[in-house]
């Protein structure tokens, strides 16, 4: 019952957002190392849209990197959680689960 979009980049993924209506996504699954614009810049363009969606809407970092200093800079981002690489799908579902109301 997922419906998924994907962004080759950061910008590419910023610009999807700001296309939809607000509730179109329920959350995002932000890559932190991406082309143009990495996952950091590409979440606080969105939290800095101004509007209630792009500020409460779930953005779960994954990355490779699973340092203390990541886990840091995700959430200075913006963003709700962060995921380390493999992802395991019973991990993401349940952090789905916390964050989607």
């Not at 996504?25 to 810049?41: E, K, S, T, V």
């Amino acid at each position: 019952g997922i419906r998924c979009e994907t962004a080759v980049n950061g910008a590419e993924g910023v610009s999807s957002f700001e296309k939809t209506v607000p509730g179109w996504y329920d959350a995002i699954l932000m890559d932190i190392r991406m082309p143009i614009m990495d996952g950091f810049q590409s979440t606080k363009i969105i939290r800095g849209m101004g509007n209630e969606y792009a500020k409460n809407i779930p953005i779960i970092a994954m990355t490779a990197n699973d340092f203390n200093d990541d886990i840091d800079n995700a959430k200075c981002a913006g963003m709700n959680a962060h995921l380390t690489k493999p992802i395991e799908s019973d991990i993401l579902f349940h952090t789905l689960n916390i964050l989607i109301v």
